[in-house]
């Protein structure tokens, strides 16, 4: 470590605060001054050595993890930042980035930020272009945003909703599987009818006659699904409601999806109990397939049961999840990986997720770059609903997991790219995409001006000004 130290300021305050201290408590605590504490905290004083010391004495703290993005960490977030195409003409060495964090640590986290507010307002504008025409909803009213907001904000991970399911499963594995369950704890019974008599309905609860209705045309991944998800409605309404009240969300039908979320969470918690999926997803390189043989679970649903192992202490890869219709349209999103991605106007065509339809049920990977320099890698498969007899509909989707590139060499599919392989370039939407030279484009960036040409067709879609 350097003699002068490290500057730390935004993870020294956050650190304080998560403690619960003000800054006359922590500089008690270090021996220091209160301004002291202040300057450090903007940035304006490093933290000495010394200083780290009494920091990992008084508050038994890990130094590698208030450390981790010192440094080298934060040229790296620079060198990201400024490999923005707004950056493209301006030529800055990573020594000359070096230059500046050390000698000016404060404007470096300036930047940071500032970089950091203009993507959330290029999001937000993007949003509220596609939003205006979407049928004129009002966005801030949207339920389903909302659900979507209040589980991405907890990660889609519900450790106490685990627990309750990892209980729950070893019992009804005593009880011989779900239906011995229902028999033996609720006198409930399992009939399976034809969709015709279940009349558009895959799921019912017939309190009157004490039974548990299921489409017969559900393959048994489905049916087990659907079990376990009205076992999860009988047995864990008290904390469904209460993760529910914890989300302020402010419409009733919002609150209701977001019932219904956590019941399905809780119906995967129970099928697939956490430490067991965990330890079998590690030992099969998350080789989706693989595992939903394992588990009795659909390719779809093993899918999303990985957006959710991030229970402290027992985390695995954190992945992005979608699902989408030939169309295009979104019809479910989880996010652990931090991928980007725009709530309205599409994807980028470029994403294998868009092409698997071509080659249906067979797994697609494919190395990703977006606009920042940002590298994931993605696996796509088509998946199928419905059908189960004839003139029943079919309905097909694709769905597509993500991760950061540095976790991709833990996943089995990594293994036919043992050779570096080019990423492809994509965009976030093409209206947060500032690449000149796609021939996919649909439309132009925002803050980007079409020039035509009269005189001469390019191959891309528009031309642009400087």
């Known amino acids: 470590m350097e003699k002068l130290g490290i500057y730390l300021g935004p993870r020294l305050r956050r650190l304080r605060k998560d403690l619960g201290l003000t800054q006359a408590h922590m500089a008690a605590d270090l021996d220091v001054s209160p301004s002291y504490v202040a300057l450090m905290e903007r940035n304006q004083r490093p933290v000495t050595a010394e200083v780290l010391l009494r920091l990992a004495k008084a508050y038994k703290i890990d130094l590698s993890s208030l450390a981790e993005e010192s440094g080298s960490d934060l040229v790296a977030r620079l060198q990201a930042v400024m490999k923005d195409p707004i950056f493209a003409e301006i030529d800055v060495s990573p020594l000359e980035l070096a230059d500046v964090l050390s000698s000016f640590p404060g404007f470096t986290e300036a930047m940071l930020r500032l970089y950091t507010a203009y993507k959330e307002e290029q999001f937000a504008l993007a949003d509220q272009r596609q939003g205006a025409t979407a049928w004129g909803t009002d966005a801030a009213n949207d339920p389903v945003a909302a659900v979507r907001g209040f589980l991405a904000a907890r990660r889609n991970c519900f450790p106490g909703l685990d627990v309750a399911g990892e209980k729950l499963s070893a019992a009804i594995a005593e009880a011989g599987g779900l239906p011995g369950y229902f028999g033996q704890r609720h006198n409930l019974h399992v009939r399976r009818l034809p969709g015709d008599v279940m009349t558009g309905s895959v799921r019912r609860l017939d309190r009157h006659r004490r039974s548990i209705l299921l489409d017969d045309s559900l393959d ?20 469904i409601c209460k993760t529910v009240s914890e989300g302020n969300l402010v419409t009733e039908s919002a609150r209701r999806l977001a019932h219904r979320a956590l019941a399905a969470y809780c119906a995967g918690a129970i099928v697939m109990p956490y430490t067991a999926f965990a330890k079998a997803v590690e030992a099969r390189r998350y080789d989706v397939e693989a595992i939903a043989r394992q588990f009795g679970t659909s390719f779809e649903q093993t899918a999303h049961r990985l957006t959710t192992l991030q229970k402290p202490g027992q985390e695995r890869v954190p992945f992005f999840f979608i699902r989408v219709d030939a169309a295009g349209n979104v019809s479910k999103r989880l996010d652990s990986a931090n991928f980007p991605f725009a709530r309205h106007g599409g994807g980028c065509p470029l994403w294998s997720l868009h092409q698997v339809f071509t080659t249906p049920r067979t797994v697609l990977t494919q190395w990703l ?9 993605s696996i796509s498969r088509t998946v199928s609903s419905g059908g189960g007899a004839f003139g029943v509909q079919r309905v097909t989707r694709a769905v597509a997991l993500v991760c950061e590139a540095s976790h991709a060499e833990r996943m089995v599919y990594f293994r036919q790219h043992a050779q570096p392989v080019t990423p492809i370039p994509i965009g976030i939407t093409c209206r947060l995409c500032q690449r000149t030279t796609c021939t996919s484009r649909s439309e132009p960036p925002i803050g980007r001006h079409i020039s035509p040409d009269d005189y001469r067709r390019a191959d891309t879609p528009f031309g642009f000004s400087d």
Do not use: K, V
């Open 220 to 239: 048994a991944a489905s049916q087990n699904f659907q079990l376990a998800q009205q076992l999860a409605y009988i047995e864990f309404e008290h904390e």
């Open 369 to 377: 770059e977006l606009p920042d320099g940002q590298r994931f890698f």
